[in-house]
């Protein structure tokens, strides 16, 4: 037999069927759920959501809008998304505050939502950030789901649209060339943050919130840190090394600045999580002629194309000075070194063929094979074997090579 729990009550003795109680400023809400187990849990979540002030009473579940259901989960999506995350989730309210904002959450229906999907499609948008806007959706209705708001989520129907892999823009010799003298003749202060990027490839969030505190220039390294770090990224900050471009740059950072900020790179003091809104690098590129090109976002695709095509690096090492989560998301990168990825498979064929020579006249008798089926003369093909050996020879050379003398070569 259940224990007696305080908030939990069996309307009809016997019947198995379990109802919550609960008080909001005076008011009395009762629930119906179902087991006693279940009964226990949705009574502690209820009563923390009242002390956190994210309660909705059961019979205003039909009356709830979107727009309210919006609000209680962003306030819930803030306390665990990094804050890059919650910024770019955030641009994206207004938008569907203004679809549904006044609409009851649970007279949304997949046709409903799947149009306005759409429009953002016809308006010019890619499938791509179409497809953060449902993801939002879907995130928002997960919750309220979550949360006993709502008992469906109508956007689990639609399929993500088609998405471009992408594009990587990055500077060029002569392009960087360009936007140096621009940056020299109208903004020298500016070449040093230029340098940093170039050699770090921080991202731009990162870069406007790193602190003087967080350098070591003795140990080469900087800590950057997210002011909001996602759930399960533990701290939320981690470790850059710097070669010895970055030390420079840092060095003249600090110079420029003489302790008159705690930034490295100055602005707002109050700028904190918040985007820089200063203007000189986007038009230093357009006086130095560079066109499609966003400023630190692709100073960070350079850093990472330059990194991929040093000699020895392998892959790994530029997932981890860019902190992608993902190695899918650097290979995007791989196209850019093919003289390395040649390299290393002739290294490869060195170590484990039997000859230089062999791979080389294994490629002539296929030649040759080819020329005969071309209708070529079969003593073409005996002039071109005895020039190289043919397949059978090599094999017979291999095996004398491994097995000694004796060993002859199998009867065909």
Known sequence: MAKKKKGIFEKEKGSGVWWINLRENGERHRQRIGSFEAAVAAYKLHTDELHEGRYVPPRSADHLKF?????????????????????????????????FGEVPAVKLTTAMIRAHLDELLKGGLKGATV??????????FTWGMKNARLKVNPVKGIENLPEDPGRTRFLDAEEEGALRAVIQRDYPEGEAEL????????RQNALFQLRWSDVDIDH???????????????????IVRLNANAVAALLRLREQAAGSSAYVVPGPEDREGKRDWRDWL??????????????????????????????GVPLRSVQVALDHRNIKTTEKYSHLAPDFQQEMLER?????????????????????????????TKG??????????????????????IFGENRKPLKR
Do not use: C
Not at 220 to 238: H, L, M
Not at 380 to 401: P, Y
């Open 220 to 238: 080469r390294i900087i800590t950057v840190r997210e002011k909001r770090p996602a759930k399960g990224q533990g701290s939320g900050q981690r």
């Open 67 to 99: 727009g309210e259901l919006m609000d209680q989960a962003f306030a819930d999506r803030k306390l665990h998304l990094a804050g890059s995350s919650y910024d770019s989730d955030e641009t994206k309210m207004p938008k569907l505050r203004e679809w």
């Open 195 to 202: 340098d940093f990027l170039l050699f770090t490839g921080l």
């Open 348 to 376: 490869m064929g060195a170590l484990y063929g039997a000859t230089a020579a062999e791979p080389e006249r294994k490629v002539a008798n296929i030649e040759a094979g080819r020329r005969l089926s071309e209708g070529k």
């Open 131 to 140: 497809n953060r806007y449902k993801a939002l959706l879907s995130a928002v």
């Open 282 to 311: 986007p038009i230093a590129i357009k006086k130095a002629g560079i066109e499609d090109f966003r400023p630190h976002h692709d100073l960070r695709h350079t850093f990472g194309a330059r990194f991929t095509m040093t000699p």
């Open 380 to 401: 073409d093909v005996v002039a071109s074997r005895r020039k190289t050996g043919s397949l059978g020879t090599i094999g017979h050379q291999m095996g004398t090579r």
